[in-house]
């Protein structure tokens, strides 16, 4: 077992002063929750020296990695149940724009293109933090990402809600297309969020993976049904696609790579999910399946979507759909899953600030410094919401700033310096900068459009999503 004190690579603890822990004060249960083992579990792991170190290394077990009594230990179909919650959220609903901002030729391949990259950066993730043996060089990225997502839910957890009760009055039983009726809401959309706030603070007071994975169950639930009645009405009397463009202008690809970015939001989870299961060595076979469903539901929705609607596609797939009881019943059954995956996406910022947090505190105090954090943390997410209500911005922030970071910057260049001095090929080397140019440039240009679009007035029929159809 490499110990911290001996580990070469220490000093990346240095650019997260605040992060750098001292296990060995922290109840067992928290010392896992970073690097998914107890380093104070064998004292001598930092007296008997390299020998001892890669002693034990070579005989890594599930029990080395989950000391005995670790409470969270999760089954394969578990963690592939995480895995595809996480990243089935709201960028989901936004694909069918994104093809239309690439063309029908280049959306697809795109998408298969970004996709395969971001999981080939999920690998290099694993790979380093397994050399390394620490994270610290990514917390702080990961905890502004997944807060990020939880704004996002946040804000379309309540767009739907405002949509469904204050469209009640124009919904039928009668499904037609739909059609455009500018609404007044009668309500803020802020009261909304407030409304969700303590709801899901009680919600993140669950702690425990095992016990969340019967949630992520049935957001998948939801989210299946939900997804079934979409491609049930896209599917039906799609026009000519010969009418569409398979290539579109340069600049409205560039709004394609940062939603395309921002619809894989579980890059941050890979790390915690590996580290929570049982047989952490079977994780790979369960990231490519997991990923290659997803990329292909991704392409799936975003091409059929498409071709359905054409030039009439909105922000959100739910635009389109008919405003009827049975379609309405997909925003509700989306933000049900939605509301269960922020406890996920949740669940990494606080396994890393939590166990520093506790251990400012004695050991009588730990449950009440635990809730307080988690508590602190969803109205944070929540104010962040309500400082910038509008769903479009907030995603587009979080995909070009944090998420182009964290699945295509940050994972090539950790690559580099991890191997490095283990003699690295050039081409290897020269592909982890390619990858790292391509989410630099995807991040300046979307955050310079984020940017700009914040600065100019407010539509009060296009800010939030479906607010303003009928």
Known sequence: MVSLEKNPWGSCSRLLPALALNYRHLPAAFRTSLLGRDYSRDPSSSENGPASSAESGSHVTSENVHPAGEPCQLSMMQTLIHLLKCNIGTGLLGLPLAMKNAGLLVGPLGLLAIGTLTVHCMVILLNCGDHLSQRYTVSFLLIITQLGFCSVYFMFMADNLQQIVEEAHVTSSTCHPRKILVLTPILDIRLYMLTILPFLTLLVFIRNLRVLSVFSALANVTTLGSMILIFQYIAQGIPDPRNLPLVAGWKTFLLFFGTTIFTFEGVGMVLSLKNQMKHPQKFSF????????????????????????????????????????????????????????????????AEIIIPFAISQVSESWTLFADLSVRTALVCLTCVSAIIIPRLDLIISLVGSVSSSALALIIPPFLEILTFYPEDMSCITIAKDIMISIMGLLGCIFGTYQALYELNQPINHSIANSTGVYA
Do not use: D, E, R
């Open 286 to 349: 369960v990231l490519y399946l997991g990923m290659s469903l997803v990329i292909i539901l991704y392409i799936c929705l975003g091409t059929l979507g498409y071709m359905k609607f054409g030039s009439g596609t909105q922000a959100s797939i739910t635009l389109n759909l008919p405003n009827c009881w049975l379609y309405q019943s997909v925003k509700l059954m989306y933000s049900i899953g939605i509301f269960f995956t922020y406890a996920l996406q949740f669940h990494v910022p």
